[in-house]
């Protein structure tokens, strides 16, 4: 039973791992394929394309590992909170916590290789079934050698294997909190007091939330000038994010709260609103990564609508070239929406999969409140509301940063060109994004909620 259990934390990791290295890997390959089908009268400007396109790529590639890594740190911070007993009775054996920390991170090294060597297989099925079918559909121009190896691929997977390992390593960091005396509890998630009392953490997160939003009105006003207040909005956004990402144990649980509120007032959603905030770091967990997914889905959107909306209103004189933007602008904006919405895909594998383990880990909890009564049905009732809870606090969360996120790089863009407008919101794209939250939500809920109800509650009250 504990090599399912091993194996059953591990599996998020593992496809994270996949998603991440197909991603990488998929961009690389195709990369070179389209370089090949460049006509050849013009192969002196291949390596100019191939290396433009590899720039462009490399940003969504970067992307994708953050996100990864924030899901992967996050999932192995839930694992050791449910690990608590054991690593206690290490420590009380004499093992040091670095030993442990490093067996822990260990596991998060294997699992990232298996992932990331699955994720070039994968990636290299795809391409090759892209070059085979490519020039009967009219994709590729025919009679052209087109690669399917490049040795930024193999670099691709190191990095994704070696970023598991990082990820793993810092979601470990609670080992050394772990004391012999907890050995005779279970699965050890920090109460809203000690969440707060963080005070390093919390520190540097309101001083890059400052910083970060002084870098991006520094950026807004800039961008009335020159375009180069785009790169000072970049500095802004990246260090507000990090900020909010790391101040998560303090910043989601207030805006959980409030979205409890709207589960209603009946026992069982009630029970489930409470829990959402019981413990701040199990629910920041839950949704950070989801709110980082859907802000960039978001912000990439907005930030073409507006660009667009700009441009537009610069270049209003010039009907043929009006035309023009509109229609380049509208194939860019789905190609970056799908590639950003890769990361949106990945962020939503964490969740799922750290509210699949905060179940497991709260057998005993659920077996309790069978014991008192509960149905099976209403038990399963609270953990889909929890689920629907963190999903729309994260959709709600995230739309908003993205539209600020993506209206702050249009204006520090186009400012000097149109001069102060309002963020152009594709509504066709953040409905999309609202429809994939609430599948989200189903999905989340449906594994986790069959595994509370199956479980009799002697059985459940009786794990260690």
Do not use: K
């Not at 490519?134 to 990095?159: K, Q």
């Not at 979601?171 to 004391?179: A, E």
């Amino acid at each position: 039973m504990r090599g399912v259990a091993r194996i059953r934390e591990h599996a998020a990791t593992v496809v994270v791992s996949a998603l991440s290295a197909l991603f990488a890997v998929g961009l690389i390959l195709l990369t070179g394929i389209l370089t090949a089908a460049i006509d050849p009268a013009l192969t002196e400007s291949a390596g100019t394309f191939w290396i433009v396109l590899m720039m462009v790529a490399l940003v969504f590639i970067l992307i994708a590992f953050y996100v990864g890594a924030i899901v992967t740190a996050n999932t192995f911070s839930t694992i050791v909170a449910g690990r608590t007993r054991t690593i206690a009775l290490l420590r009380l054996v004499g093992a040091t916590s670095a030993r442990v920390r490093a067996r822990v991170a260990g596991e998060g090294l294997v699992m990232g290789v298996l992932g990331a060597v699955i994720g070039l297989a994968l990636a290299e099925a795809l391409c090759a079934a892209v070059v085979a079918w490519g020039p009967g559909l009219g994709w590729l121009p025919e009679g052209r050698d087109y690669p399917l190896f490049h040795p930024l691929a193999l670099i691709a997977v190191a990095v994704v294997a070696l970023t598991t390992w990082a990820a793993a390593w810092s979601g470990s960091r609670r080992v050394g909190g772990v004391s012999p005396i907890e050995a005779t509890g279970a699965a050890v998630e920090l109460a809203p007091e000690q969440a707060r009392r963080r005070t390093a953490r919390t520190v540097w997160a309101m001083i890059l939330l400052g910083l970060g939003a002084a870098l991006l009105g520094l950026g807004i006003l800039l961008g009335l000038v020159s375009p180069l207040g785009l790169f000072i909005a970049f500095l802004g956004g990246l260090c507000s994010f990090t900020g909010i990402a790391l101040g998560a144990h303090v910043i989601m649980p207030p805006l959980l709260r409030l979205s409890g509120r709207l589960l209603g007032g009946a026992p069982v959603a009630r029970l489930a609103a409470a829990n959402a905030v019981r413990f701040p770091e199990r629910s920041a967990r839950a949704t950070i990564g989801l709110v980082i997914g859907i802000t960039l889905v978001t912000m990439f959107a907005v930030a073409l609508a507006s660009y667009e909306t700009m441009a537009l209103q610069a270049f209003a004189q010039d009907p043929r070239l009006e035309a023009s933007l509109t229609e380049t602008l509208a194939i860019t904006t789905a190609v970056f929406t799908g590639l950003v919405g890769f990361s949106a895909v990945i962020a939503a594998v964490g969740m799922v999969n750290t509210l699949s383990l905060g179940v497991m880990q709260r057998t005993r909890e659920l077996g309790l409140l069978r014991a008192l009564g509960f149905t099976g049905g209403q038990v399963r009732g609270m953990v889909v509301a929890e689920s629907a809870q963190l999903t729309l606090t994260a959709l709600v969360f995230g739309v908003l940063l993205g539209i600020f996120y993506g209206w702050a790089a249009a204006q520090s863009l186009m400012g000097s060109q149109a001069g102060l407008v309002a963020p152009s919101i594709p509504w066709p794209i953040i409905a999309g994004v609202a429809v994939f939250g609430v599948f989200l939500a189903l999905v989340a809920a449906a594994a986790p909620a069959g595994r509370a109800v199956r479980a009799s509650p002697v059985a459940a009250l009786a794990v260690d």
